[in-house]
């Protein structure tokens, strides 16, 4: 089949400015592609990317995008103008997966393919007017039955479909164990007040000379508002608050490389994503490549981890909405690395739980569901 996939306005591809859905429909273009399907792409253009090429077997199409603005109704009017482009460039297909706001509007002609919405964000509204689709495809259940209560007159074509985690294919051999590990606890993620990291820098910090005097904890990931980050000020208020730990906390910003990732979280015992986003959140990759690299996990109690996550068998999870909310993390940080065969058994169940979310196992069940749209 004839395959598109429309990304959004603000990001290229392939991810070389981060981005989860980036990196996610990146890797499923290529598994469509050995699978004998036809492929394109379409990605903001950025310097050192040219408009057209082929990557994997991928044509990719680039047209004019934007850095992430501050407002959200500006952000919405970049998106159409985005949109519009994307709009002009589109070949026939026989589904195009967009990842924008204003496409899945904007296309009238079937010849483009069938419509199929990825919801890679929280719904606010807008999934009732989406009565054209073929698909309005969520990333884990809870958003899939947030979309289905938004929106019940379509509820028949919301469909839960996992994002795919990869594991480093340069490194042959299974992760080190957590007692071979440094003591280090490790955040990866938009640096911003969303994703709780000052929390989970309050927590470290006020108990870095008792709890956590022999830990590290480091923070990766942008901080710049183009890239999604909190922005300076932000910054300067957690690096204000990591003063606490007598150098123990270490801002290492963005790491795009897919290697130095890996090695960082194959050095860390225990990672913490304690997002407070809870009309944002939609999955959490993060702590499933966490997972996938035999790392403990420990997330907040949002209903999107639920999928993939158990407190106590494959991961942690601290209730956030319990205050203050930094005290009831620092306790269960406490809790978790004190019990050090808990924590391996934990990470290692795991690791096992991210095999089920390959890109192989991911990609066969979209191919699956394109093709009953394209039969109906």
Not at 53 to 61: D, Q
Not at 239 to 246: P, T, Y
Request: net charge positive; glycine share 8%.
């Amino acid at each position: 089949m004839k395959i598109t996939i429309a990304m959004g306005a603000f990001f290229p591809v392939p991810p070389i400015m981060g981005g989860a859905v980036e990196k996610v429909w990146f890797t499923l273009a290529a598994e469509f592609v050995k699978r004998g399907h036809e492929v394109a792409m379409v990605s903001r253009k950025t310097p050192g990317l040219p408009r057209e090429e082929t990557i994997n077997g991928v044509k990719h199409l680039r047209v004019g995008g934007f850095d992430t603005p501050r407002s959200l109704v500006w952000l919405k009017f970049l998106d159409l103008i985005y949109s519009l482009r994307t709009r002009s460039i589109l070949p026939d297909a026989d589904i195009i997966v967009t990842n924008t706001f204003w496409l899945p509007f904007l296309l009238r002609n079937p010849k483009r393919g069938k419509v199929y919405v990825h919801v890679g964000r929280y719904p606010k509204g807008q999934m009732r007017f989406y009565r054209k689709a073929a698909r309005l495809q969520a990333p884990s259940h809870a958003i899939a039955h947030t979309i289905a209560t938004e929106a019940p007159r379509l509820a028949n074509r919301v469909a839960a479909i996992p994002y795919p985690v990869t594991r480093s294919r340069m490194i042959n051999s299974p992760p080190p164990a957590i007692g071979d590990r440094d003591k280090i606890i490790l955040f990866v993620g938009r640096v911003h007040p969303e994703k709780g990291v000052h929390l989970l820098i309050d927590a470290f910090a006020s108990d870095a000379r008792a709890a956590f005097v022999n830990w590290k904890l480091m923070i990766i990931g942008p901080t710049e508002t183009k890239l999604g980050g909190g922005g300076e000020v932000y910054l300067a208020s957690i690096r204000r608050a990591a003063g606490k730990a007598d150098g123990r906390i270490s801002f290492a910003g963005p790491i795009f490389d897919w290697a130095k990732l890996t090695d960082a979280y194959r050095s860390a015992r225990l990672f913490v994503y304690p997002s407070l986003s809870e009309r944002g959140e939609s999955f959490g990759l993060a702590p499933l490549e966490a997972m996938a690299h035999g790392c403990a996990v420990l997330v907040s109690n949002l209903d999107c981890f639920r999928d993939f996550i158990r407190d106590n068998e494959t991961g942690f999870m601290f209730d956030h909405r319990k205050q203050p909310a930094s005290q009831t993390l620092r306790d269960k940080i406490d809790n978790v690395i004190r019990n050090e065969t808990l924590l391996a058994r934990v990470a290692a169940a795991g690791y096992e739980k991210s095999a089920e979310y390959s890109p192989e196992r991911v990609a066969d069940q979209f191919l699956k569901d394109f093709d009953s749209l394209i039969r109906t």
